[in-house]
């Protein structure tokens, strides 16, 4: 089963959910480059959150689950472990035998779904996740002989849940613990930790989970803050769109500017609204934008050229006037 897909930007041919990005693994299904899968656990019961539906909780506008396959979108395969909802992109659903049989039990419903050497294990209250932080953990894990890489929190805690591990390692130590156990649900994770070699990064932002509705206001605060603000609006309206477009918004940013100055205050968004339409009809992707906004950069300057040269005096290069006679 997987969820709903979203709409393609105008004059897109990438199939949604993919990266945008030449040669990435694309959406669920798809072989990942660097062959890896992701599950992601999103059933738990957050009692510290009153029973609220935690993945479901809003951080800046985007449920807190949608923020993380933000952040995993690079899987070949995704999975996540609850019961299906609608996501911002397309994943793969698996739900624990019984539901609500705990962590261990739910990642290894996940790894049923998962062929790829590498999973990148994750909860689903994970705030400030991003792609840099999910490739870090990869590469660490790709480059060394251990069986997993792992974030710490700022008091050194071990996040087993904001991870990067090799498949056959979490397979050969559940199939250990069903033997030993006879299953299971119940079991705290660190029962499989426990028993895998680890390489640990330090992230205190990255690391930080949403367990409490204090916790909740920190993030939704952070977001909000003047070096954080532009980038999180940006990224919202993108998934809200069904957009998988990097651009340079610094240059985006320049082109406003150059047109509010100028030109006139009001010129800033309505420029930047034909840029996108322009791209969009050029085929869309990061080198339409790009032209479009270069383009209209020039003719931004260009204007403001010619109206310090009208104010100032002078005539601009090449303009024709007839002889005084």
Request: with cysteine; proline share 7%.
């Amino acid at each position: 089963m997987t969820a709903f897909e979203p709409p393609r930007a105008p004059g897109s041919s990438e199939a949604p959910g993919s990266s945008g990005v030449p040669g990435a693994p694309g959406p669920s299904g798809a072989s990942g480059g660097d062959g890896h899968d992701a599950v992601v656990l999103a059933g738990g019961a957050a009692r510290r959150l009153g029973g609220a539906d935690k993945p479901g909780v809003r951080v800046g506008g985007r449920a807190l689950l949608d923020r993380v396959l933000a952040a995993c979108s690079g899987a070949a395969t995704t999975v996540v472990v609850a019961e299906p909802r609608s996501t911002a992109r397309p994943v793969e659903w698996a739900r624990e035998d019984p539901p609500g049989g705990g962590p261990l039990a739910a990642l290894d419903a996940g790894l049923r779904h998962t062929s790829a050497a590498y999973v990148v294990v994750l909860s689903a209250d994970l705030p400030f996740l991003d792609g840099g932080t999910v490739r870090a953990l990869l590469t660490s894990l790709q480059k060394g002989y251990a069986d997993g890489v792992l974030l710490t929190d700022p008091d050194g805690r071990d996040q087993p849940l904001v991870a990067a591990y090799r498949r056959s390692a979490l397979l050969r130590e559940l199939t250990a613990l069903r033997a030993e156990q006879g299953e299971l649900t119940g079991l705290p994770l660190r029962r499989l930790t426990g028993a895998l070699e680890l390489t640990r990064i330090t992230d205190p932002v990255a690391s930080f989970d949403c367990d409490t509705w204090d916790d909740i206001a920190v993030a939704r605060a952070r977001i909000r803050e003047h070096g954080h603000v532009l980038d999180e609006w940006i990224t919202a309206v993108k998934d809200e769109l069904g957009l998988d477009l990097d651009v340079d918004t610094g240059v985006l940013l320049d082109l406003a500017r150059d047109a509010a100055h100028g030109v006139a205050r009001p010129a800033a968004p309505l420029t930047t609204f034909l840029v996108g339409y322009a791209a969009g009809r050029a085929g869309g992707g990061p080198e339409a934008v790009a032209e479009a906004t270069r383009r209209a950069t020039a003719l931004a300057l260009r204007w403001a050229e010619e109206a310090e040269s009208d104010t100032g005096g002078a005539r601009p290069t090449g303009d024709a006037r007839p002889d005084a006679g």
